[in-house]
């Protein structure tokens, strides 16, 4: 059964910087891997998708990268904004009897002005 | 462009009683699926439909019934509520499951309380 964590929890950092969050998985033989924005009492947007065959992928100031080996992901978000703002969700798409995806708990990320 | 529409939004019922989450799309997804979300926990299946007159049971599929007539609609059904179905309830779609490059597009979210 895969499992998907996500580290940190929460983040909060002063606008400008450059982050890092973390999600890893544990069966490696995922069909893709998404990254989810979710703002409070919305639905989740899709941010990024990185195919089995990817090593990375980017839009705009995101960038999210891939390690099928290590069951590792990570989202990079340079030049951060408050706009920013929400919660972080990373999700993996792979077989073993249900076609949906597993998700991660998520990242609470707080961009100070 | 409405995408994914979930109705209602927000709803109270009673222990014991039913009801319909209703969850219908435009985009021609032939894929779609329902997932709940409990406070500080990411989202879990409860079921999902590979196309019309299809579905299969996720990994939280205990208390709900799907039916999927139509491309465009794939409702859930709670019978017999109970204070452990008190979540979040979303609802997506996509244009094809394992192996896609399509990302799932999700609802806004059905948020239900039993009391």
């Known amino acids: 059964k895969q499992e998907v964590t996500q580290i940190p929890a929460a983040l909060s950092v002063p606008e400008g910087e450059n982050l890092v969050l973390n999600c890893s998985f544990t069966d490696s033989a995922i069909y893709n891997l998404q990254w989810f924005r979710q703002d409070p009492g919305k639905g989740l947007t899709s941010l990024l998708l990185i195919q089995s065959s990817q090593r990375e992928q980017t839009s705009g100031r995101l960038n999210a990268s891939l390690d099928k080996s290590s069951g590792r992901s990570t989202l990079y978000i340079a030049a951060s904004q408050p706009g920013d703002s929400a919660t972080y969700l990373c999700a993996a798409l792979s077989g073993g009897g249900a076609d949906g995806l597993t998700f991660g708990k998520g990242t609470h990320l707080i961009i100070q002005p | 462009n409405a995408g994914v529409t979930q109705t209602p939004k927000f709803r109270i019922l009673k222990i014991g009683q039913s009801m319909t989450l209703q969850c219908t799309q435009d985009m021609n997804h032939n894929y779609m699926y329902w997932y709940r979300q409990d406070p500080g926990m990411g989202l879990k299946l409860i079921y999902y439909s590979v196309g019309a007159g299809i579905t299969d049971k996720g990994e939280v599929p205990n208390g709900y019934n799907v039916s999927r007539s139509t491309t465009e609609d794939f409702p859930l059904r709670l019978e017999l509520a109970a204070p452990s179905q008190t979540s979040v309830y979303f609802c997506?779609?996509?244009?094809?499951?394992?192996?896609?490059?399509?990302?799932?597009?999700f609802g806004d979210g059905t948020r239900l309380s039993i009391l």
């Open positions: 997506a779609s996509s244009y094809s499951g394992q192996g896609s490059n399509q990302p799932q597009h």
